[in-house]
């Protein structure tokens, strides 16, 4: 179906529609509360959701690179909403090497639809140059939907007075300001060493160890070490590798009194239930690339599934997607580095070698090292985020698959973020693919980087 961008009005509504693969989303604000915040943050969740859509559809995009993009994503999102260097709200200064040198001080009313124009051209310019990998059908609706946006704001401010949106800097500076802001983070972006990483996923120039305990190639496929080099990756907190501090691999043994082969024994027998739960829990969790927008992509449509229920602000709102989107970016840095650092086995490679031969697992065993676990890591920096912004004493409903006919992408509903991360975590424990042991320790490392970005940086108040 072909995609379709525009904002329509229809009777005492403003609407913004976003059609695509043959699913069609509506916001609608009523004329009396129209407001330009407001409508900031719907665009803001319309490119966050694209940012959804190309990972599932650019090649490449594996959880490291796609957890890398919504880092630089909500940063230009975040500083697209600051046009003053005089109140210290940027993060420039706070994020490792980040220095901003763009401003657009004449900028005061918040009552305009200029920063409408701003954050649609920042985020399409943004979205542009980290998935120019992705398919010319799905350039092609990017730009339609950039046109249609930018085109229907400046009609409501030059045709549209009931509205109260005016534009208060011509047109060509907002653009010439968002394409500088862009700019300015595509080239702190550049140097993270990380720019073209989806185009080589697996390098050949990584030769990984060999040992007793050592990760092995593994099916499907037996490719090589995905990423081994990520953890060499500039962080955005020099420091926030302290966070980790403690996370070491536990003793190896192929003793069958061992905690390791109890582990192992505990996954296989898993395998074996016949209890569906198990199955629908480790595929609705797996986010491969391809299939879902990766672990990085599910937390963010949970996050924004909190946003439209909490009615957050667009403040507060950027702000939490900054934390979240930094914290898992560095949450991936880390558990990569210390994936190679220890260089551990996988409990299919250990079950075939010591229990059964002919063990198979529910879900693919991913081309890395099996210690820590990246899914843990991830959802352990989300919760952390996730309790910060909202607490943890409510009830959530994630639908983040709920359109998925291959998987049952039934809603799933936890008592607080806590129960959600664990069972983020323990799928891949039923999938098959990590030991229990690791998945604990992951889980608590990564909560304990979430809250060390939290602790870092500082929001003007």
Known sequence: MKSFFS???VF???FIVFSQSNKTEVFAIRESGLDADSLALNIHHLWLKQAGNLTKNTVGFTAPVSARAYAYITLAMFESNVFDDSKNESLSNQLNAFKRTIWLNPLKSSQSIDKVIIANRTLYKMISYLYRAMPSSNQLEIESMYDSINNECISIANYQSSYNLPMILPIDKLLSFSDHLADEIIAYSKLDGADTSFRNNYPVSFDPPKCIECWTKTTPG?????????????????????SSDGCELFEFSSDSTSNLYKDALG???????SDKSFEIIAEYWDDSPGYSGTPAGHFFSIAIQLVNNHDLKLKDALEFYLLLGISMNEANIICW????????IRPISYIHRYIDPYFNTRINTPPFPEFPSGHSYQAGSAVAVFKYVFGDDLDIIDDTHSSRSDIDGESRKFEGFDEMGEEASISRYYGGIHFKKTLDLSLFYGKEMGKYV????????
């Open 454 to 461: 939290i602790n870092q940086l500082k929001f003007e108040k």
């Open 7 to 9: 904002l329509i009005f």
């Open 337 to 344: 580095r210390l994936k190679y650092k220890y260089n551990f």
């Open 12 to 14: 005492n509504f403003f």
């Open 267 to 273: 996954v296989y027998e898993n395998s074996k239930s």
């Open 222 to 242: 037996y490719l090589r070490s995905l990423l081994p080099y990520w953890g060499m990756n500039r962080q955005f907190l020099k420091n926030s590798h302290l």
